[in-house]
T-cell receptor
Framework: NAGVTQTPKFRILKIGQSMTLQCTQD?????MYWYRQDPGMGLKLIYY???????DKGEVPNGYNVSRSTTEDFPLRLELAAPSQTSVYFC??????????????FGPGTRLTVT | QQQVKQSPQSLIVQKGGISIINCAYE??????FPWYQQFPGKGPALLIA?????SEKKEGRFTISFNKSAKQFSLHIMDSQPGDSATYFC????????????FGKGTHLIIQP
């Protein structure tokens, strides 16, 4: 199993550009999440999904959009990139159901710089 | 509003010593309290977690102590090793993290040889 994979690893965007951060998991997890990590600030939830076709906002959703057409994929879309979106973005997944483990598995992250 | 407060921000411990990181939460609906470990350039990885029906959980050298009445929990790393040098995050959630985890700001731990 590859676990949670994210692409790209690094990206530099100009202000106003758009891009999609890709996230794929091969663990058949039903829940998926996007977090951003800023220095000294911990991780903050952007969006999450409880299954294909269902998404919901987290703590910091402004400037982002998500979709979940399959169980495996959960892309994050940035429209009109702003310097405030410079951050490291982590995708995570978990299985919530009959399992007693609530562990969220994180991908390696995408480091995004907006200039 | 910071729902999970973590301290200290940074910590230096000698090899073999005990590392202690503290967290306090506000939302009494939280029912799952994990600790994540993150190495530079990597994603966080679950270290140990506890639910509020127990006061302590131990896994190897790592122990979580939980005080429900004080709304506090802490991570103790016994016999700290240089390989434990990393950033540690406490977190809290409702329903096992179904709607995401609320993280503390992190503690940068350095274990000096």
């Amino acid at each position: 199993n590859a676990g949670v994979t994210q692409t790209p690893k690094f990206r530099i965007l100009k202000i106003g550009q758009s891009m999609t951060l890709q996230c794929t998991q091969d663990m058949n997890h039903n829940y998926m999440y996007w977090y951003r990590q800023d220095p000294g600030m911990g991780l903050k939830l952007i969006y999450y999904s409880v299954g294909a076709g269902i998404t919901d906002k987290g703590e910091v959703p402004n400037g982002y959009n998500v979709s979940r057409s399959t169980t495996e994929d959960f892309p994050l879309r940035l429209e009109l990139a702003a310097p405030s979106q410079t951050s490291v973005y982590f995708c995570a997944s978990s299985y919530l159901g009959t399992s007693i483990s609530y562990e969220q598995y994180f991908g390696p992250g995408t480091r995004l710089t907006v200039t | 509003q910071q729902q999970v407060k973590q301290s200290p921000q940074s910590l230096i411990v000698q090899k073999g010593g005990i590392s202690i990181i503290n967290c306090a939460y506000e939302n009494t609906a939280f029912d799952y309290f994990p600790w994540y470990q993150q190495f530079p350039g990597k994603g966080p990885a679950l270290l140990i977690a506890i639910r509020p029906d127990v006061s302590e959980k131990k896994e190897g050298r790592f122990t979580i102590s939980f005080n429900k009445s004080a709304k506090q929990f802490s991570l103790h790393i016994m016999d700290s090793q240089p390989g434990d040098s990393a950033t540690y995050f406490c977190a809290a959630s409702i329903g096992g993290g179904a709607d995401g985890l609320t993280f503390g700001k992190g503690t940068h731990l350095i274990i000096q040889p």
